[in-house]
C-alpha cells in the first residue's frame, strides 16, 4: 500500500468510528505514521482530504451501481437505485454527510457519477414513455427527493422515527415524474410534452439525421418538453 492509500485508509477509519464525524489531520497522520506536511503535500488541505475519502466510500457503492444487472423493467431498477442509495447512507452517515450536507472546500467527484448513473436509467424511463419530465430536470428531482430525506434520516433521525418514510417519499415523487400506464392522466400533463420526453429519449444520435437535423430536432423536441416542466 503506497503513503497516499494509507493515509485515506486511516481517515476512513477513524472517519467510520467518530462520534461526530469529525477527524483530525493529526490523527490520521498518527494512524497512517506518516508526518502531516506529507499529508498536506499529497491532498493540499484537511478538506482535500476528506473528498478524497468521500470519493474512496462512495467507489464501493457507484461499482456496484456501475455493475449492477440491468432489468427489462427501467422502473423497477430505479425503484432499487433510490434503495440501494438510501441504504448506503444509513451504512456510512459521515461520508454521505461530507457529500450532501457540507459546506468542503475541495468538492468530492463521486456527486457527479451518481447523477450521471440516475440519468441513465431515467433515458430508459424516457424510452418506455413512462417519463413525464426531460431526463436531466427528472434526475434533478429524484436525487433532491432521495438525498434530501436520506440526510434527514442521518442528521435529525429523532424526527424520523419511521425508516419506511423514504419509500413514502420515493413514491411520492414518483408519482410527481412518471406516468401511470395503468391511469388515463392526459389531463393531468401536456401529451405534446410527454411524447416528445418519450420521442427524444428514443431518437438519441439517430444516424438518419445529420448532426444539423439532429440539433435541430432536439431544439424542437426541448421546447415541447419545457412546455411540460414545472416553473416553479
Not at 160 to 185: H, N
Amino acid at each position: 500500500m503506497n503513503t497516499r492509500s494509507s493515509i485515506l485508509s486511516a481517515a476512513s477509519e477513524l472517519l467510520a468510528s467518530s462520534p461526530t464525524g469529525d477527524i483530525s489531520t493529526r490523527a490520521v497522520c498518527d494512524a497512517a505514521g506518516v508526518t502531516q506536511p506529507v499529508l498536506y503535500r499529497l491532498f493540499g488541505d484537511k478538506d482535500g482530504l476528506l473528498a478524497a475519502v468521500v470519493d474512496t466510500v462512495w467507489e464501493e457503492y457507484l461499482a456496484s451501481k456501475r455493475s449492477a444487472l440491468v432489468s427489462d423493467d427501467p422502473l423497477a431498477d430505479l425503484r432499487a437505485g433510490w434503495d440501494r442509495h438510501s441504504a448506503f447512507a444509513r451504512a456510512h452517515p459521515h461520508p454521505y454527510r461530507l457529500l450532501f450536507g457540507s459546506a468542503l472546500t475541495s468538492r468530492p467527484a463521486a456527486a457527479v457519477e451518481a447523477m450521471s448513473l440516475l440519468r441513465a436509467v431515467l433515458e430508459r424511463v424516457a424510452a418506455h414513455g413512462r417519463l413525464r419530465l426531460d431526463p436531466v430536470r427528472a434526475a434533478e428531482i429524484v436525487m433532491a427527493a432521495n438525498s434530501g430525506v436520506a440526510l434527514g434520516q442521518i442528521v435529525h433521525p429523532e424526527l424520523y422515527p419511521d425508516p419506511s418514510v423514504s419509500v413514502a417519499v420515493r413514491e411520492a415523487t414518483f408519482r410527481g415524474i412518471l406516468i401511470d400506464a395503468g391511469v388515463d392522466d392526459t389531463a393531468a400533463d401536456d401529451p405534446a410534452a410527454r411524447a416528445a420526453t418519450t420521442l427524444r429519449a428514443q431518437l438519441g444520435g439517430a444516424a438518419e439525421f445529420s448532426a444539423g437535423e439532429q440539433a435541430l430536432l432536439t431544439e424542437w423536441l426541448g421546447r415541447l418538453q419545457d412546455r411540460q416542466t414545472p416553473t416553479a
